[in-house]
Each structure stands twice: as C-alpha cells, then as structure tokens.
C-alpha cells in the first residue's frame, strides 16, 4: 500500500465513523467561538495595536528569545502578567498547546509522576508523551483518586517528586476542579500543582485573574493563561515561581528553539490585562448570558454549567453531527465536538456563550434547538 493509498483509506474510515474534520468559514451567530469577552475585535485592542506600531513595535520577532527575538514588549507583558495574577514570574509562549507541552516535557524528571485528570487538554497530553516522568490518569475531578495514586506510587518505593495536572475549567464540559481541595492535598502530599486556566481566565475571578486567583505565589503552583480566548488575542503566559521560567528558559525546548511571539501581540495582550482590570462590565455582563442561558437552554437538554460553556451531549456521532448541521442552516454556529476530544460515547454540541450575542439571540438558540431535536 502506498502512502497515499493509506491515507485516503484512514480518511475514509474516519467519514465512515462520522468523524471527518473540514475547516468550515465562519457563518450565522457565534455559539461556538473562545472570544467569551468579546475582545478580539474591541475599539481599545485595535488603538492599543496602532499605537504599538507607531512607536516602533515589530509585527515580527526575528528570531528565537534566546537569540535576537527577546523584545521589550515580551519583557514588558511578562512582568505585568506576573503583577496582575500575583505570580513571581511570568513567560510567554505562542501558544497554549506550546506552553503545556514545555512545561510537562521539560520539568518532571525520570523518577516523577505526573497524575492528571482524565479530560485535560490535548496539550498537557503532548507533554506528558514527551516527558521523562511517567504518568497516570485519574477520574475526572476525583481528588481521592489522585491521592491513591500517589499512595501507591510512593508505597512502591518511589522517592521523585509527584505533579498534579489539571483545568480550572474543564474546555468540553464547563465545569470546574475542586482547586481547594487539589491544593490542599499538593500541600499535604508535597507535589506541585499545575492547573491551566485557559478557559477560567478573563471570565471568573477578581479581575478576570480565573478560579486560580490566589494560588499565584505559592512555591508549589503553575498556573496556564491562555491570551487567545477571553483576552482576544494569542499566545499563553506560563506564572510561576522564578526557578521554573529560568529553568524554561534553559531546558524548554518548545521555547528555546521556536521563534519568540510576535511583540506587537505582545504590547496588545498588555492591553487586554488593562481591560480585564478596569472594564469589569464585561464579566458582569457574560454572567447575566450564563444565568440567561442555563433558564433557556436547560429544558432541551443542555447542561446548565454555571460558566460560559454548555455541551448537550447527544452520545451518536451521526446525529449530532446532523443537528449541529441544522443549527447552521438556521443561522447558528453551533459545532459538534466528537472523539478523540472527547470521550467515545459522549459526542456533542459544545455551546459556547461570548458577548458577542444577546439574549435575543440565545432565545432564538433555544427556539431552534428544540425543533431541530423534536
């Protein structure tokens, strides 16, 4: 068989399943966007990145940080990121999928555990493919799970040291990780807690900090702000104690040998903290959508959350993807989300609430919704 004979024979098994991707255009309105504070086309981003550039500030890095791409703009946002979570310090990544794969693939060394909840990221999984440490699965958002792990780990003689991996707020399911109760057992257990705020940033927390706001400054916490969801930019700040970004620094290599971000991004995301600290409208503003949200939607089947993010799981792959098909045709961009992001049997529509919808248009949503599944 050669090799594009495989290919096509792994793509059509994959439509077969009803699990062919295609890369859709935007069309009808926006249920399925990150954007949740809808800052990715705010007034104050577009002036913040003019006046960026008229001072002089690159579209482009040149290089690696390590090299000649270290611009004043990324020194400049790391050390008012590291200021506004309350972390020691703070480094920026293009990407979040980047910084999670650094940070697992570089800092567990062979001996460790990283124990991490069965439904994180895709990223955190590179990382840990990646890794040195070994590594286990537990229960989604089951604490005594994550203690007996380490338990046994260590009742095997084991001396390393054990890292606890989770969300904040979970990407396909909307809920949240008992942070309480997973800091006190890193506390209790001595291991250190890496908790990606990609979803929790910008929405929850005094000022936006997410549902880690506090953790930030403790020895024994990383935590993972994404910029490209309700900040409305790119890019991902890693906080954290000053010995792991200098460690990044020098082991990293998803950071030492990729070229540095764009620092005209860089001065922008500055601009998106500034919002989150002064415009806290925003945030009062997508509750009301939740609360809107959980009435209207609920009595068809979506799970009332309390965050920005409600699936209704359907299960089959073949109709869910022909009621998301239907909600587009009626004007709505709701998409349908199935393995391997999620778990087999749990495929769904994720329905994603930003401000850049209103109540009308969430009414509309649930009007749809039950016609289309009636």
Request: proline share 4%.
């Amino acid at each position: 068989m050669t090799f594009l004979t495989a290919q096509h024979a792994d793509l059509s098994t994959l439509a077969a399943q009803a699990r062919l991707r295609r890369l859709q255009p935007r069309t009808g309105v926006d249920f399925s966007s990150n954007d949740y504070l809808a800052l990715a086309h705010a007034p104050r981003l577009r002036t913040a990145a003019v006046d960026a550039l008229s001072r002089g500030v690159g579209l482009g890095s040149g290089g690696s940080r390590l090299l000649r791409g270290n611009d004043p703009e990324h020194e400049a946002l790391e050390q008012e990121a590291a200021r506004f979570f309350g972390s020691e310090s703070a480094l920026f990544f293009s990407t979040g999928y980047a910084a999670n794969a650094a940070l697992l693939s570089t800092l567990p060394q062979t001996g460790d555990l990283i124990v991490h909840d069965a439904l994180i990221h895709a990223s955190a999984h590179e990382g840990m493919r990646l890794a040195r440490a070994d590594h286990a699965s537990t229960p989604h958002n089951d604490v005594d799970a994550i203690a007996d792990t380490i338990a046994a780990w260590r009742r095997g003689g084991a001396t390393g040291q054990a890292w606890i991996a989770v969300e904040s707020l979970y990407s396909m399911d909307g809920d949240r990780a008992p942070l309480a109760d997973l800091i006190a057992l890193a506390d209790r257990l001595g291991a250190m807690l890496l908790v990606d705020e990609a979803h929790a940033t910008g929405v929850f927390g005094a000022q936006g900090r997410g549902l880690a706001a506090g953790l930030d400054g403790r020895e024994n916490v990383i935590t993972l702000r994404t910029c490209g969801k309700a900040l409305g930019c790119e890019g991902a700040l890693l906080c954290a104690p000053g010995i792991v970004r200098d460690m990044l620094v020098n082991r990293g290599r998803a950071f030492i040998f990729s070229t540095a971000p764009s620092p005209l991004i860089a001065a922008v995301v500055r601009e998106s903290l500034h919002i989150l600290a002064n415009e806290p409208v925003r945030r009062n503003a997508l509750q009301r959508l939740i609360d809107h949200a959980g009435r209207v939607l609920a009595p068809h089947g979506v799970v009332a959350t309390g965050s920005q993010i409600m699936p209704l799981v359907l299960g089959d792959d073949t109709r869910t993807m022909r009621v998301a098909a239907a909600m587009q045709a009626a004007g709505f961009d709701v998409r349908g989300v199935r393995p391997p992001t999620v778990p087999a049997g749990t495929t769904r529509l994720r329905i994603s609430l930003t401000l850049n919808v209103g109540t009308d248009e969430i009414d509309a949503l649930g009007i749809a919704l039950g016609d289309t599944l009636r």
